[in-house]
Nanobody
């Protein structure tokens, strides 16, 4: 069992930066790949970024490549999402999620086993 709690969201102007954090409970954090997803009002939840259990492999949605960076610190049981050059279209509730090592696609929310409650990110123009 893994419990996830996101933090770091807020209101920022376009071009600004935010850093989301997601500490996880449990001693088996390093056994899970981690992902970030987001959901805007009226839209489906979409993939943002993912990172392998070791942190050695990362995946990004095309819409955030070059602007967002996912990282993890297994000693602190925490995954991060550094978001730079934010745009109004990045406005959404951001969720972190944990996926077992034998899961399928990193890009599909259905492959993730545990979810946080979400943190709101609002980018003003």
């Amino acid at each position: 069992q893994v419990q996830l709690v996101e933090s770091g969201g807020g209101l920022v102007q376009a071009g600004g930066s935010l850093r989301l954090s997601c500490p996880a409970s449990g001693r088996t954090f390093r056994m899970y790949a981690m992902g970030w997803f987001r959901q805007a009002p009226g839209k489906e939840r979409e993939f943002v970024a993912a990172i392998s259990w070791s942190g050695g492999v990362t995946y990004y949605a095309d819409s955030v490549k070059g602007r967002f960076t996912i990282s993890r610190d297994n000693a602190k049981n925490t995954v991060y999402l550094q978001m730079n050059s934010l745009k109004p279209e990045d406005t959404a509730v951001y969720y972190c999620a944990a996926r077992g090592l034998t899961g399928g696609s990193y890009y599909s929310p259905y492959e993730y086993d545990y979810w946080g409650q979400g943190t709101q990110v609002t980018v003003s123009s």
